[in-house]
């Protein structure tokens, strides 16, 4: 017992021995990059040191060198150069030596690769220079523009402009414009306060650092008014943009004109993505792909004219690997294909390296492209292989490692099964898989016997041994036995027979709508040794129970019933079913087909075709019917304008579920519409299509007069005529503008005007002999490129009116207070014909001052009596009315000369008492004293509120005592008194009487300055102590 003991664990250790030496043999790998140089950008003027980064994993580690312009770097010689594991760190690196192309080479036993190449770069932004610069003239109304000049630099600027001193910087709208490719400001026409000096800012972003131009003065002069003109497109982006994938594009479009021209932009093979920023003299698409290549259009419109440039964008790429080459362990004297694939544009163009060398094709290799083949592989031929990619805008690089093997047989790590389980009457796969290096030859036996190909066994190509139509006499022992050049090995396997699995219940076929339920019924026997198992698939998909909980049940509780319960059906859920018992050593299935019969599936193929004005042809095709006859088709259409979608009118009305064409009606002109077809049945609608291209219906005439119209205002000898600008679903072609009528009313012949841009909304008309305020009839209509609408009804518009000449007439003014005056007039006559009136204007000013400075107020609507408030006590003030319209107040009339009165009085009353008379209380006070400088006291206001009453009552004397009501209960009473004089109320002294306090007095300082709250909350305080000594 104790020598098996012994020789079991002396095999054990061999064994672990073996394994170990294998695993060693298998720790071994070539690099594989794990950090490679990215292209860096270093500041001209940094002390700074640069570092490149290269880390390989390898196994034995691996070393590293660099190449610099394709040159192996002496980095032990260069004092600029030091080697921080695989980092190149170039010390006070200067443009002239250290600019260009790196490379990192990984190297170890298993071979070397080379890295990406990486870009060093030097960033720098000279200064302006120092030089004045010429001033630029320009006439007030043309458009101009300032040259920045930006010095030497590298890479790109963005752009600023300052305006006489910093921090005040230009804000482009849309009359300035600063373009960001050459710094240029851009005015679309200049205006006297454009006048100033200007500075140029340039900052790189990628350097963090910014300089000034000199100050350029800008001269604006004015020769009378300035003349409109149509638009010129100055700033203008290239006729070809090469941009690649990915990256942002900014197109850039300004132009001279008077009025300032609206910009706008469009695809003119294509339509532009909402996604993309549109600010006017911008057109920014993000994230480009090939779809965005094709030709651009920006157009200058104003009331004049308009100008159209067009340029293209081009879309190129950089390589993109769509296969990549993989590590790879071949047996020696076999063959050898790798396949790497690019795409790119220009096409990439494909090499191979071979441990860093370049790889060509010669004897038993073949380089075609991207396929790299090697026929009878050799020990030589292991290392490392890259596939390189590249066009003008990049190279790519995919790694793998080719081992070669060359072993004996061995089946230490893929022995054969020991112990092979079969079903009675089923089939068998025994597999021999040993490691050997060239491959080996393959026997089988059985116990001492020799297989060969017959009936029940076949010995396979990859040497597995299938056993077929299994029964009890094929139980036993069978050894692989595996031979090459420079070995021999065998291992043996127990093949072990089963009772065979029957499907006993098998499922039945099920028609149901969506929505309901069914059971596929499913039992099966086995052999009792064996567990046993349900899988249930779908159309011979395997059904994920997890990912469809809800839509299906199976029981738990028998081993041998693997029933399918479907809940609430879907469409998808129709299909061919199939129930699969499986053991460890065979399976049986049964299938069933369920029908689930739904509303149909979206129809397809939408083809627009034949596009008129106000309709379309539509076909498309037949879509699932899901089972259930499609009765009727629906069209929907979306405009562009909305995200809705709305259903159509048709040709025919009701469009039969045969059909797969109809006709589209009633649709808008020159209008962008997209539309989808859904299907019906007796159980429903399914979903809609896909939505079909946009299409544009055909222009037309107008057919929708402009609203809104109506006007007046302005300056004089003026009609200003305004009206809502047409929706551009009402604009029905291209090139829309308006037709305007007009007269004076009484008159037979009209006169017209045409406004060419069609977000306008105002027309002004200017001509000396118009009277103010003269009625005139207005209509208005579209026009477009295919004709003319329809005129609006005609509306009354007035031309501007002009100030009134009329004159208010006794004119009274008295002082009210010390601080309002009150005012009187007659009412002017309406018979002016300059304008509607309005109201009146009064103006005041203090006598001492001038009346420039006078302050006005309005009347808001034809009162003729008014109140100034807000003056100062015992002042003299100048006073005068006139009457106002639109256009302004008329003339004044007379002043009239006015002092307010004297100061209210500015103490309260003091030393207050009371004395309780059964139901009422005599309350008495110290007469207030008026200063020098304030009205004399002509009585006193006394406010009384009762607890829990909220309307407090006023009582007025010249005495200076009142006697009041006490409360019925004994809650207290609040009581105010103030002094009155005809400059106003002086300021209250407060006290809380109570019916219980019978006798009370409150003493207050008119020197000191407490507040009527401290009064309140003293006198309170007192009441309390004076209740509480009574207790």
């Not at 929505?515 to 039992?523: I, M, R, Y």
């Not at 109506?710 to 009206?723: Q, R």
């Not at 200063?931 to 009453?949: D, R, T, W």
Request: proline content about 7%; glycine content about 8%.
């Amino acid at each position: 017992m104790g020598t098996s003991i012994l020789e079991f664990l002396v095999i054990l250790a061999i064994m672990w021995v073996t394994v170990c030496g294998i695993m060693q043999n298998y720790a071994t790998f070539g690099p594989v990059f794990e950090e490679q140089p990215d292209n860096t950008l270093f500041p001209e003027e940094s002390e700074e040191q640069v570092s490149l980064q290269c880390q390989a994993r390898a196994s034995p580690p691996a070393t590293y060198r660099w190449k610099v312009n394709g040159t192996e770097l002496a980095t032990e010689s260069d004092t600029h150069y030091s080697l921080i594991g695989g980092n190149l760190v170039i010390m006070k690196p200067d443009k002239a030596k250290h600019s260009g192309s790196y490379q990192c080479i990984a190297s170890n036993s298993m071979g070397t690769i080379v890295s990406k190449e990486a870009h060093l770069r030097f960033g720098y932004l000279q200064w302006f220079s120092a030089e004045e610069r010429n001033p630029v003239t320009s006439k007030e109304g043309l458009g101009t523009v300032i040259s920045c000049n930006p010095p030497p630099h590298y890479p790109g600027l963005s752009y600023r402009w300052l305006l006489n001193e910093f921090p005040k910087f230009i804000s482009p709208d849309g009359r300035h414009f600063i373009s960001q490719v050459t710094g240029n400001l851009y005015f679309a026409k200049t205006e006297a306060a454009d006048k100033g000096a200007y500075s140029c800012l340039a900052t790189s972003n990628a350097i963090s650092k910014s300089s000034f131009s000199k100050f350029i003065q800008l001269n604006v002069f004015n020769e009378g008014e300035s003349k409109q003109y149509p638009p010129s497109i100055k700033a203008k982006f290239p006729p070809e943009n090469y941009v690649l994938t990915g990256q942002t594009v900014n197109l850039e479009c300004f132009a001279f004109g008077n009025p300032v021209p609206q910009i706008k932009w469009r695809k003119v093979d294509g339509t532009l993505s909402p996604e993309w920023k549109v600010t006017e003299p911008v057109l920014q698409i993000t994230n480009i792909g090939f779809e965005e290549e094709g030709t651009y259009e920006c157009e200058a419109e104003n009331a004049k004219g308009k100008d159209v440039f067009r340029g293209r964008v081009i879309v190129q790429a950089q390589p993109e690997w769509l296969q990549v080459i993989t590590d790879t362990e071949a047996d020696v004297e076999s063959d050898l294909q790798w396949t790497c694939a690019a795409a790119g544009k220009p096409r990439p163009s494909v090499r191979w390296l071979r441990n860093g060398q370049p790889l060509l094709s010669k004897n038993h290799v073949d380089v075609n492209g991207g396929t790299l083949r090697i026929t009878k592989l050799t020990k030589e031929d292991a290392g490392m292989y890259q596939c390189v990619a590249e066009n003008k805008h990049g190279t790519i690089y995919t790694n793998a490692e080719l081992k070669v093997l060359i072993l004996a047989p061995d089946f230490r790590m893929t022995p054969v099964r020991p112990l092979i389980p079969a079903a009675r009457g089923g089939e068998v796969f025994i597999k021999c898989q040993p490691r050997a290096a060239p491959k080996p030859l393959i026997f089988w036996s059985k116990g001492t016997e020799l297989l060969t190909n017959s009936s029940s066994t076949v010995i396979t190509l990859d040497g597995s041994l299938w056993i077929k139509n299994i029964s009890k006499r094929d139980e036993g022992k069978y050894t692989c036995f595996a031979e090459n050049s420079l070995g021999k090995a065998n291992s043996t396997g127990t093949l072990s027979v089963r009772e065979a699995t029957k499907i006993t219940l098998a499922p039945t076929s099920a028609d149901i709508k969506v929505g309901e339920s069914a059971t596929l019924q499913c039992h099966a026997s086995h052999d009792p040794t064996m567990d046993l198992t349900f899988t249930w698939s779908l159309d011979s998909s395997l059904i994920n129970f997890d990912k469809e909980k809800g839509h299906y049940l199976r029981p738990t509780e028998n081993e041998t019933i693997g029933d399918l319960t479907i809940v609430n059906a879907q469409l998808k859920h129709s299909g061919n079913y199939t129930c699969t018992a499986q053991s460890v050593v065979d399976s049986s299935s049964a299938s069933a087909v369920v029908v689930v019969r739904g509303p149909p599936g979206p129809p397809g193929g939408i083809v627009v075709k034949n596009v008129y004005d106000t309709s379309v042809e539509l076909s498309w095709s037949r879509g699932y019917d899901n089972h259930s006859p499609i009765g009727k088709y629906t069209i929907e259409a979306q405009t562009l304008l909305s995200s809705q979608w709305k259903q159509a009118k048709t040709v025919p009305t009701t469009i039969e579920g045969n059909r797969e064409n109809a006709q589209v009606i009633s649709l808008v002109p020159w209008m962008d519409y997209r539309f989808r077809v859904t299907a019906t049945n007796i159980l429903g609608t399914g979903e809609p299509s896909m939505p079909s291209s946009v299409v544009r219906t055909k222009e037309a005439a107008p057919m929708v007069a402009p609203s809104g119209l109506s006007g007046g205002g302005g300056d004089p000898h003026e009609l200003i005529i305004n009206w809502m600008p047409m929706a551009q679903e009402y604009q029905y072609g291209n090139g829309f503008g308006y037709i305007l009528a007009f007269r004076k009313m009484g008159s037979t012949d009209w006169q017209s005007a045409k406004v060419p841009n069609a977000q306008s909304s105002r027309y002004v008309y200017k001509n000396e002999t118009i009277a103010p305020y003269t009625p005139f009839e207005v209509k208005i209509k579209g026009y477009n490129s295919q004709g003319e609408g329809p005129y609006s009804q005609t509306a009354t518009v007035y031309s501007a009116e002009e100030v009134p000449k009329l004159v208010p007439s006794n004119v009274t003014a008295n002082a009210f207070s010390s601080q309002e005056i009150s005012m009187t007039w007659n009412p002017v006559q309406q018979t002016d014909t300059n304008g509607i009136l309005q109201g009146y204007e009064i103006k005041y000013w203090k006598a001492n001052e001038n009346e420039a400075a006078a302050n006005r107020v309005r009347t808001a609507g034809l009162e003729t009596q008014a109140r100034i408030p807000g003056l100062l006590p015992n002042t003299l003030y100048s006073v005068a009315v006139s009457v106002y319209n639109s256009a302004g107040a008329g003339p004044p009339s007379a002043a009239k000369m006015v002092t307010t009165k004297k100061a209210l009085p500015s103490q309260p009353p003091s030393s207050i008492t009371w004395k309780n008379h059964g139901s009422r209380v005599t309350i008495m006070w110290d007469h207030v004293k008026a200063h020098k400088n304030e009205s004399a006291v002509q009585g006193y206001k006394v406010l009384h509120k009762q607890e829990g009453h909220a309307i407090p009552k006023l009582y007025t004397t010249t005495k200076n005592s009142i006697q009041l009501p006490l409360p019925d209960d004994n809650s207290y009473m609040a009581v105010e008194v103030r002094a009155v004089g005809e400059g106003g109320e002086g300021p209250p002294a407060e006290v809380i009487i109570s019916k219980d306090a019978g006798t009370g007095m409150m003493v207050h300082n008119p020197s000191t300055n407490t507040s009527a709250h401290g009064i309140l909350t003293a006198t309170i305080l007192m009441l309390v102590l004076i209740g509480w000594l009574e207790l």
